[in-house]
């Protein structure tokens, strides 16, 4: 009889693929909002910004669902809630700090209760997006995630009851569940005010979008994932698949509406996205994202994340004031700004991230007396 194969314990390719979704975050970012974007021709800016107008919102989704996935994977048996506690803030806090005060100063300044919401990661249980998206305005996704880290060692206590024969149907639940979240927000957030830009009632995108309950679904989602694939159910679907997958309906979901177009759409081709890239690495046939340059693109994504706005919403009027420019110039600019953001995560990866995490991330082991050797007189 043939031994099982051993599953690895960590699953590069799952954190090469962060990478991806931090660039796309930038990109998107870089071209959509308006204070940002450098496009002179309007039509051209107009067309790339519907095309990458939800590749943001995409890959949030893909974080949460990766989010919970990985933690579940790698949960140790021996593992208490405070050493978790303790590797998420060492993990998480010293970037978020950093960009934090960064941005603020930067800011010149936010409402003492606003930047402290914010430092606190606590921002986006507020339905205001002044409030949700203050100082460092991609931390709202924080926010949540730390909402989700402090259920986590509760959470799997559940996950890891469900019977093997249970699990696709606790991930059909927790798929419709974040499907139906849009539906319950029009059905019962008020419609007044409006978000000017996008004409979306702002409870309704608050709701949908940054609230960190409605998004508890797709962490979950990625919870029992891990699961199903640790339990040899999911055998399909390769790489590539799961990739065409996902830019086909993301294509398909430009035209849908808010809030039903940002979170509902690309939920299962996000998961299923996963899922693929998770399988791929056990069978050993993953290439590039499983590559040590994917490896060490995928280790600075958090820092990439969070200090992005740094060089878009100040490096750009400080350097380029408000000017426009031709269409080859800005395609120019926002790759440069691309790898000015690179440069500046490696940077904090090296000085901050890194060292903190691995100084501080696990408790110092204890120290042992030293006890003098009896020895015996033969007197």
């Keep these: 009889m043939t031994p099982p194969v051993r599953l690895p314990d960590r699953l590069p390719s799952l954190t090469g693929l962060r990478f991806f979704g931090a660039v796309a975050v930038i990109v998107f970012h870089a071209i959509v909002l308006p204070p940002i974007t450098v496009f002179q021709d309007e039509k051209v800016n107009g067309i790339l910004a519907f095309l990458v107008g939800k590749i943001g919102f995409v890959s949030v989704t893909f974080f949460f669902i990766?989010?919970?996935?990985?933690?579940?994977?790698?949960?140790?048996?021996?593992?208490?809630?405070?050493?978790?506690?303790?590797?998420?803030?060492?993990?998480?806090?010293?970037?978020?700090?950093?960009?934090?005060?960064?941005?603020?100063?930067?800011?010149?300044?936010?409402?003492?209760?606003?930047?402290?919401?914010?430092?606190?990661?606590?921002?986006?249980?507020?339905?205001r997006l002044e409030v949700a998206s203050s100082v460092n305005i991609v931390t709202w996704?924080?926010?949540?995630?730390?909402?989700?880290?402090?259920?986590?060692?509760?959470?799997?206590?559940?996950?890891?009851?469900?019977?093997?024969?249970?699990?696709?149907?606790?991930?059909?639940?927790?798929?419709?569940?974040?499907?139906?979240?849009?539906?319950?927000?029009?059905?019962?957030?008020?419609?007044?005010?409006?978000?000017?830009?996008?004409?979306?009632?702002?409870?309704?995108?608050?709701?949908?979008?940054?609230?960190?309950?409605?998004?508890?679904?797709?962490?979950?989602?990625?919870?029992?994932?891990?699961?199903?694939?640790?339990?040899?159910l999911w055998f399909g679907l390769p790489l590539w698949a799961a990739l065409a997958i996902l830019g086909v309906t993301y294509l398909a979901m430009l035209?849908?509406?808010?809030?039903?177009?940002?979170?509902?759409?690309?939920?299962?081709?996000?998961?299923?996205?996963?899922?693929?890239?998770?399988?791929t690495e056990i069978r050993g046939t993953n290439r590039f994202f499983g590559s040590r340059l994917s490896l060490w693109l995928g280790n600075i994504s958090y820092a990439l994340f969070m200090s992005h706005a740094i060089v878009l919403y100040w490096g750009r009027p400080f350097f380029l004031g408000d000017q426009k420019f031709s269409t080859p110039v800005a395609l120019g600019l926002v790759a440069l700004a691309v790898a000015l953001s690179i440069l500046l995560a490696w940077l904090l990866y090296i000085t901050v991230e890194r060292p903190i995490a691995r100084r501080w991330s696990h408790p110092a082991p204890a120290r042992t007396r030293s006890v003098p050797a009896v020895t015996s007189s033969g007197a």
Aim: glycine letters at 6%; hydrophobic letters at 55%.
């Design 141 to 232: 996704s924080l926010s949540c995630e730390v909402f989700f880290y402090a259920l986590f060692p509760f959470l799997l206590r559940g996950v890891q009851r469900i019977t093997r024969g249970r699990l696709w149907y606790w991930a059909v639940g927790a798929l419709l569940t974040t499907i139906a979240v849009p539906f319950i927000a029009v059905l019962v957030m008020p419609d007044q005010p409006v978000i000017p830009v996008i004409n979306v009632p702002t409870y309704e995108y608050w709701f949908s979008y940054n609230f960190p309950v409605a998004r508890l679904g797709e962490f979950v989602l990625g919870m029992v994932l891990a699961r199903i694939v640790r339990e040899r």
């Design 255 to 279: 035209p849908v509406p808010i809030p039903y177009g940002i979170v509902a759409v690309e939920v299962a081709p996000s998961a299923l996205l996963v899922l693929a890239a998770a399988t």
């Design 66 to 127: 990766l989010s919970g996935f990985v933690l579940t994977w790698s949960a140790r048996a021996d593992d208490t809630p405070r050493m978790f506690y303790r590797r998420r803030f060492f993990r998480i806090f010293p970037n978020h700090v950093v960009t934090w005060a960064a941005c603020l100063i930067l800011l010149g300044g936010a409402p003492v209760w606003i930047a402290l919401l914010n430092l606190l990661l606590v921002q986006s249980w507020v339905p």
